[in-house]
């Protein structure tokens, strides 16, 4: 049972204009979510979270937003890079991040100049 | 400061023998997970240890274990290897649990054949 779910295997992009990955889950207890981005051959990195009592949390080129009644986040990259070539992975837990991780299958981002 | 080491990077078993992969948190962190990323799959939690302690585990057979030591290092072993073992296996430290925005190691590449 998928709890976390990356529709999108891949998603190409071009330089400059607007990513936006997505992600659904299906557990309502979940109520801390993440963001992390993959290099080939390096561990997931951390980007961002959010709680479940915001609907938008905002670093820099990075915004994700949390739309609890429909269990679905989004992260939006403004500008994409070519540097922002990777996969995302979207992660949520319960408890306000004190239970375990579930991850999403990642969405494998590519942005052409 | 050093980032999660984990190693060995790569490591080729045949079915059947057993293996141990090493974490070594980063310093002052006193929480690490194991995760095991395959392609079909994703990224799948294995077990969560703070203070010498096993607070969380996922859906993995017995075959998987783990153990933190005084100075927060990890391993994790997997006995009686399967072909459907091979992976990355990847750890990820923070200062405690719930604090969310785990660091992630490289990970361990494991085949087995």
């Known amino acids: 049972d998928q709890q976390v779910k990356q529709n999108s295997p891949s998603l190409s992009v071009q330089e400059g204009r607007i990513s936006i990955l997505n992600c659904d889950y299906t557990n309502s207890m979940f109520d801390y979510f993440l963001w992390y981005k993959k290099y080939p051959a390096e561990g997931p990195t951390f980007l961002i979270s959010i709680s479940s009592i915001k609907d938008k949390n905002e670093d820099g080129r990075f915004t994700v937003f949390l739309n609890k009644s429909a269990k679905h986040l989004s992260l939006h990259i403004v500008p994409s890079q070519p540097g922002d070539s990777a996969v995302y992975f979207c992660?949520?837990?319960?408890?306000?991040?004190?239970?375990?991780?579930?991850f999403g299958q990642g969405t494998r981002l590519t942005i052409n100049p | 400061k050093a980032g999660v080491t984990q190693t060995p990077r790569y490591l080729i078993k045949t079915r059947g023998q057993q293996v141990t992969l090493s974490c070594s948190p980063i310093?002052?962190?006193?929480?690490v997970s194991w995760y095991q990323q395959t392609p079909g799959q994703g990224l799948q939690f294995l077990f969560e240890y703070f203070s010498e302690t096993q607070r969380n585990k996922g859906n993995f057979p017995g075959r998987f274990s783990g153990r933190q030591f005084s100075n927060s290092r990890s391993e994790m072993n997997v006995s009686t290897l399967e072909l459907g073992d091979s992976a990355l296996y990847l750890c990820?430290?923070?200062?405690?649990?719930?604090?969310?925005?785990?660091?992630f190691g490289s990970g361990t590449r494991l085949t087995v054949v």
């Open positions: 992660a949520a837990s319960g408890l306000q991040g004190a239970q375990k991780l579930v």
């Open positions: 310093s002052g962190h006193r929480s």
């Open positions: 990820a430290s923070s200062l405690a649990p719930a604090t969310g925005g785990d660091s």
